[in-house]
T-cell receptor, first 111, second 118 residues
């Protein structure tokens, strides 16, 4: 089955700096890669997603890159703000089914 | 749009009793709903996938007789934790896919239910 690794497990950055979180997956059949932000005790919120036929996607301060050959994808957050502090999860899925989540990255943006 | 609710938001029950958690899609029809479990400071683990009108598909290691899932309509799925024990204490989150979403793969998540078994 699919296995998703995520690094780093914790990340602290100064406000205004960039943050990068990397994930690797094992199943080459996976074709959908969403990223979620979760605040303590709350539901995961989709922040950006990418499909396997696309190499990069950007939405304002957030971007995701995908390297299918190497089976890894990364989340990039620029101009970080304190409200970006949360736990971020990557996931790999096959046509929107069977989401396998990474272990998560706790991001702290220091003012 | 695409709102998913769960009820209750938190529940405390005694060991050996059963607890039912409801997941509803409020403004869309969901042919497929998913149930996840999240232990403190851990990731979300898929427990089962349920399709309206058919039996749920459970992930390996999830006891189907302990975690009963019913997806009786296009807007409601229920998870019943039977004979709950303290180790079942967790955050249970459901998600749903919009039947009319076309080629979108997005799952919409509910707010979660925190279960504490004493």
């Amino acid at each position: 089955g699919e296995n998703v690794e995520q690094h780093p497990s914790t990340l602290s950055v100064q406000e205004g700096d960039s943050a990068v979180i990397k994930c690797t997956y094992s199943d080459s059949a996976s074709n959908y890669f969403p990223w979620y932000k979760q605040e303590l005790g709350k539901r995961p919120q989709l922040i950006i997603d990418i499909r396997s036929n696309v190499g990069e996607k950007k939405d304002q301060r957030i971007a995701v890159t995908l390297n299918k050959t190497a089976k890894h994808f990364s989340l990039h957050i620029t101009e970080t703000q304190p409200e970006d502090s949360a736990v971020y999860f990557c996931a790999a899925a096959y046509y929107g089914q069977n989401f396998v989540f990474g272990p998560g990255t706790r991001l702290s943006v220091l003012p | 749009g695409a709102v998913v609710s769960q009820h209750p938001s938190w529940v405390i029950c005694k060991s050996g009793t059963s607890v039912k958690i409801e997941c509803r899609s409020l403004d869309f029809q969901a042919t497929t709903m998913f149930w996840y479990r999240q232990f403190p400071k851990q990731s979300l683990m898929l427990m089962a996938t349920s399709n309206e009108g058919s039996k749920a598909t459970y992930e390996q290691g999830v006891e189907k007789d302990k975690f009963l899932i019913n997806h009786a309509s296009l807007t409601l799925s229920t998870l019943t934790v039977t004979s709950a024990h303290p180790e079942d204490s967790s955050f249970y989150i459901c998600s749903a896919r919009d039947r009319s979403s076309g080629t979108s793969y997005e799952q919409y998540f509910g707010p979660g239910t925190r279960l504490t078994v004493t």
